[in-house]
Nanobody
């Protein structure tokens, strides 16, 4: 079993920055993909950014150039640096890990990010 704990959410004004962290614990397969998804009220959960254990990244078009995902494999931790935040970035942000044999998907409990205009 894998347990994900997020931190770093909060309230920020438009144009500000926040940094989210997600620490994974438990039986973690060394080869995995970690990432961030978000869900705004009344909307479906959507991908924000993901990063493989090898460092390859993928971003949603809406956050390219503003958000940066990184990870520390020794700490099993993934980060999301969010700059130039916009009100439309307001959502609950969920940490995600995919890995293992057979492959499984794990989710954190979510952290609220609110961007005021």
């Amino acid at each position: 079993q894998v347990h994900l704990v997020e931190s770093g959410g909060g309230l920020v004004q438009a144009g500000g920055s926040l940094r989210l962290s997600c620490a994974a614990s438990g039986r973690i397969f060394s080869i995995n993909t970690m990432g961030w998804y978000r869900q705004a009220p009344g909307k479906q959960r959507e991908l924000v950014a993901v990063i493989t254990s090898g460092g390859s990244t993928n971003y949603a078009d809406s956050v390219k150039g503003r958000f940066t995902i990184s990870r520390d494999n020794a700490k099993n931790t993934v980060y999301l640096q969010m700059n130039s935040l916009k009100p439309e970035d307001t959502a609950v942000y969920y940490c995600n890990l995919v890995g293992g044999l057979p492959r499984k998907t794990y989710w954190g409990q979510g952290t609220q990010v609110t961007v005021s205009s």
